[in-house]
Structures are given as C-alpha cells and as structure tokens.
C-alpha cells in the first residue's frame, strides 16, 4: 500500500513540475523596449503621430516584442531546430503582421494609415 501511495505521489509530483516547465513568462528588456520603440518611431517618422498616438503605437509595438518572446520560449521548450523554427515563424509572421495592422487601424487616422502603407512598400 505504502507503496502504491509513493508511486502515487511520485507521478503526481512529476506531472505538476512538467506542467509548470512548460509556463511560458515573459519580462520585457531593455532590449524588448528598444525594439518596440524604434519600430514606433519608424510609424511616427512616417505618418506624424500625435502625442496621444505615440504611446498607443510603442505598446502595440511592445506586444509584438512579448508574442515573439513567448514564442521563442516555446520553441526551446520543444527543442526545434532553427530550421523548424524558420518554418514555424513564416505562418507566425503572418499573424503577427494582421495584428499590428488592426492594432494601427484602430489608432491612426485614415490619411495616416495612407501614408503608412505607402511607407512601407
């Protein structure tokens, strides 16, 4: 029975320290922020953004740099190849992209958004 009971507690054990390997924390850097905030400036170099857009935009900017992030995490987590990691990436990207779209769409104006698409074709 004592056994039975350690076998048990074992298997419970290693479930909950495998289910909390897999959590995935993300910390913004400095690095994350620099990122974020040069991608930002890009936008406001382009289509002039107001003092209330600017903040709007870098945290846009900033989810990006935590989705990739986290991503990123998840891939060491699986052990992937940088090859796989390149293959996962492209339908990520795609994503990625749809969001900063209608994340933008939502805080520029439409002549801003205008200038924005031919800023970056």
Same mark, same amino acid.
């Given at each position: 029975m004592q056994r039975l009971f350690a076998s048990l507690l074992f298997c419970a054990v290693a479930t909950f320290a495998s289910a909390q390997s897999r959590e995935i924390t993300v910390t913004d850097t400095d690095a994350m922020r620099a990122n974020a905030a040069k991608h930002a400036q890009q936008v406001d170099a382009a289509v002039g953004l107001t003092g209330e857009q600017k903040p709007r935009v870098n945290e846009v900017y900033m989810v990006?740099? &935590? &989705?990739? =992030? =986290?991503?990123?995490? &998840?891939f060491d987590k699986a052990g992937m190849s940088p090859e796989d990691r390149a293959v996962e990436m492209k339908s990520q990207w795609v994503g990625v992209e749809q969001m900063v779209e209608f994340q933008l769409a939502q805080i520029l104006t439409p002549d801003q958004i205008t200038k924005w698409h031919e800023a970056i074709k």
């Open positions: 990006v740099e &935590r &989705r990739l =992030a =986290a991503m990123d995490q &998840r």
